[in-house]
């Protein structure tokens, strides 16, 4: 399958301390792909690498196609992203946060118009357009970063704990989302805590004081660590950890 994601030794250096330390993996196209570590892991750190946002000291990336040391800005153009902060401009509407991200990613003013209201009823938002972001409930600011993260069909959009502080019913609704997404061809890299998630994903890898320790299908690494869930792989293998965030 065609690889959206290529990492070859990836390092992260500060000083003396290495964050990322020569990591290696691919990611295909349509792929759920959880990145999980502990604090400190260097998970963070690698994916702002993966997004352009910082360049490696060592190794080698390409992401959509484009390397992410000498082709950074293209990379960036061809991804989506949902922070933490859930990526919106609370002061602005629903209508005008879609159409400033539109705009950015460069989406024709009449393809955004089409598409702004197929997603607002698809949402069952067509009655918020004009609503501040600021007065949405959690879980409606979640569900509308993550449909602006990929409102311009991006080869892959970066999801950085996009579930965090919501209910189990609207983290739920949106996985949902995400297999969508990844049935339409876009590839989901995604960061979480939640270990329950990491059984939704096709794959996960798991960091260690900046070194991937394992990398598998769910079910395999519970084979491979005798274990019935993930938290028991995931607490297996952070037990090894020696430094904190």
């Not at 990492?7 to 000083?15: A, I, M, P, S, Y």
């Not at 570590?37 to 260097?42: D, S």
């Not at 959009?157 to 949902?176: A, H, I, M, Y």
Request: hydrophobic share 40%; charged share 25%; with cysteine.
């Amino acid at each position: 399958m065609e690889n959206v994601i290529e990492v070859n030794n990836l390092c992260k250096r500060f000083g003396d301390f290495t964050a990322v330390d020569h990591i290696s993996f691919h990611v295909c196209k349509g792929e759920i792909f959880g990145f999980l570590g502990a604090n400190g892991a260097g998970k963070t750190t690698a994916m702002r690498m993966l997004c352009g946002l910082s360049f490696p000291t060592e190794g080698e990336g390409r992401v959509a196609g484009f390397d992410i040391s000498r082709e950074a800005e293209q990379v960036k153009r061809h991804i989506g992203h949902m922070s933490q902060k859930f990526s919106l401009y609370e002061d602005l509407t629903v209508r005008e946060n879609i159409r400033l991200y539109a705009g950015i990613y460069g989406v024709p003013d009449k393809e955004t118009t089409e598409r702004m209201e197929s997603l607002l009823r698809k949402l069952d938002f067509s009655g918020e357009g004009d609503t501040l972001v600021a007065a949405l409930p959690l879980g409606w600011k979640q569900k509308l970063a993550f449909s602006v993260s990929i409102f311009h069909r991006p080869e892959v959009v970066f999801l950085d704990e996009p579930t965090g502080g919501v209910d189990p019913t609207t983290r739920r609704q949106f996985w949902e989302m995400i297999y969508e997404a990844a049935a339409a061809g876009i590839t989901v890299f995604v960061t979480t805590h939640y270990m329950d998630e990491a059984e939704y994903c096709d794959r996960v890898s798991i960091m260690v004081d900046g070194r991937i320790e394992a990398l598998d299908s769910p079910g395999r690494l519970k084979e491979q660590f005798g274990v019935g869930t993930m938290g028991g792989v995931f607490d297996h293998l952070a037990r090894k950890a020696k430094r904190g965030e």
